[in-house]
T-cell receptor, first 114, second 114 residues
Framework: DADVTQTPRNRITKTGKRIMLECSQT?????MYWYRQDPGLGLRLIYY???????NKGEISDGYSVSRQAQAKFSLSLESAIPNQTALYFC?????????????FGPGTRLTVL | DAKTTQPPSMDCAEGRAANLPCNHS???????VYWYRQIHSQGPQYIIH???NNETNEMASLIITEDRKSSTLILPHATLRDTAVYYC???????????????FGRGTQLTVWP
């Protein structure tokens, strides 16, 4: 969905480096999410935020941190990247006030940690 | 959230209807059925959702059995661009809000052939 953008789209880094993935949305949604996807597997939730002051851990938050800088921006950081964090990362947004809370996904960031 | 079971793969001729089944025998009364699809490494795309009534939108139809233990996503006239992994997800909706999470399983790989 073009209303949810992620940068960078591809990134190759080395073990131990700090990496930040950014997500921006123009949909005006209050909720934002970070997922990762490993080959052949479904998506797993890393962190989610219901508003700027509300950050929650998902099922696989170890090794990650997030920042909700504004309603429209939600960043994911890997403080010290390791090879098993090589994955496809997706940001998503949803609008609780709309009633359905349907999530809309960005195009993804392919991260490779060497 | 209730667990879902989907066949790992299906195929369909272009122009024909694609019927994708999903079993959710442990679904409870406050859980919705959602369908998403993911076209090769792109961000998951929302398709449709429902509670107990059949639903239709511009993309697909959702048929939910009367006991709500299974559902079928119907793509009425499949095209090559519908080749994707389709995910059936059940989500709790409590007191007007949801838990915010989507639990993705392995989904069904639908291949549409010419």
């Amino acid at each position: 969905d073009a209303d949810v953008t992620q940068t960078p789209r591809n990134r190759i880094t080395k073990t131990g480096k700090r990496i930040m993935l950014e997500c921006s949305q123009t949909k005006g949604h209050d909720r934002m999410y970070w997922y990762r996807q490993d080959p052949g597997l479904g998506l797993r939730l890393i962190y989610y935020s219901f508003d700027v002051k509300d950050i929650n851990k998902g099922e696989i938050s170890d090794g990650y941190s997030v920042s909700r800088q504004a309603q429209a921006k939600f960043s994911l950081s890997l403080e010290s990247a390791i090879p098993n964090q090589t994955a496809l990362y997706f940001c998503a947004t949803s609008d609780f006030l709309a009633g359905t809370d349907t999530q809309y996904f960005g195009p993804g960031t392919r991260l490779t940690v060497l | 959230d209730a667990k879902t079971t989907q066949p790992p793969s299906m195929d369909c001729a272009e122009g024909r209807a694609a019927n994708l089944p999903c079993n959710h025998s442990t679904i409870s009364g406050n859980e919705y059925v959602y369908w998403y699809r993911q076209i090769h490494s792109q961000g998951p795309q929302y398709i449709i959702h429902g509670l107990k009534n059949n639903e239709t939108n511009e993309m697909a139809s959702l048929i939910i059995t009367e006991d709500r233990k299974s559902s079928t996503l119907i793509l009425p006239h499949a095209t090559l661009r519908d080749t994707a992994v389709y995910y059936c997800i059940v989500r709790v909706r409590r007191g007007g809000s949801t838990l915010g999470r989507l639990y993705f399983g392995r989904g069904t790989q639908l291949t549409v052939w010419p």
